[in-house]
T-cell receptor, first 113, second 115 residues
Framework: GESVGLHLPTLSVQEGDNSIINCAYSNSASDYFIWYKQESGKGPQFIIDIRSNMDKRQGQRVTVLLNKTVKHLSLQIAATQPGDSAVYFCAENGTGGYNKLIFGAGTRLAVHP | EPEVTQTPSHQVTQMGQEVILRCVPISNHLYFYWYRQILGQKVEFLVSFYNNEISEKSEIFDDQFSVERPDGSNFTLKIRSTKLEDSAMYFC?????????????FGPGTRLTVL
């Protein structure tokens, strides 16, 4: 069946360090992946996305890496700041034509001063 | 910057009552979605809507649920007879029609509490 999972439920980092959040997906037919950030009481906020024809994509302070061989996705946050504290979800688009998103369980990132 | 809006932010209802959750998607978007998130759990897909009809729905989206786009701006989710287990955050999302623009943009959510 379709599923997306995460390796670590909670990640604690020091302010200024780099963070790496990991995600495993099971549907090899998925061709689009997204990372969302969710702060308490708010909706998922788009961070960065990547298509399956790419291995890496960079944004502002964030990088997403896609390893299709092992079906692994990661989000790297450079110079983590207190404002980065949130729950991070990876999601894949599944195989449906209308691109429903299948979310992983989420990783809580806690940034300590 | 345009964003998805949802009302109300919090809805409290008695079991068995009908509720309607409202969403205003981003104006030039053509695909609309409802998701839910039970407290502490992951976000789950409920239904997608395109061209005034349901395009896909999950097992959660049973006969008690319905969606409607009554006018050119609103997108609603109705739960006909709420159950305790319907208590969750409900998120509306939308995306453009462009095949290259798969990103779904989410609203802030409606917290539904069924007593």
């Amino acid at each position: 069946g379709e599923s997306v999972g995460l390796h670590l439920p909670t990640l604690s980092v020091q302010e200024g360090d780099n963070s790496i959040i990991n995600c495993a997906y099971s549907n090899s037919a998925s061709d689009y992946f997204i990372w969302y950030k969710q702060e308490s009481g708010k909706g998922p906020q788009f961070i960065i996305d990547i298509r399956s024809n790419m291995d890496k994509r960079q944004g502002q302070r964030v990088t997403v890496l896609l390893n299709k061989t092992v079906k692994h996705l990661s989000l790297q946050i450079a110079a983590t700041q207190p404002g980065d504290s949130a729950v991070y979800f990876c999601a894949e688009n599944g195989t449906g034509g209308y691109n429903k998103l299948i979310f992983g369980a989420g990783t809580r990132l806690a940034v300590h001063p | 910057e345009p964003e998805v809006t949802q009302t109300p932010s919090h809805q409290v209802t008695q079991m068995g009552q009908e509720v309607i959750l409202r969403c205003v998607p981003i104006s030039n978007h053509l695909y609309f979605y409802w998701y839910r998130q039970i407290l502490g759990q992951k976000v789950e897909f409920l239904v997608s809507f395109y061209n005034n009809e349901i395009s896909e729905k999950s097992e959660i989206f049973d006969d008690q649920f319905s969606v409607e786009r009554p006018d050119g701006s609103n997108f609603t989710l109705k739960i006909r007879s709420t159950k305790l287990e319907d208590s969750a955050m409900y998120f509306c999302a939308s995306r453009p029609r462009d095949r290259e623009a798969d990103t779904q943009y989410f609203g802030p959510g409606t917290r539904l509490t069924v007593l």
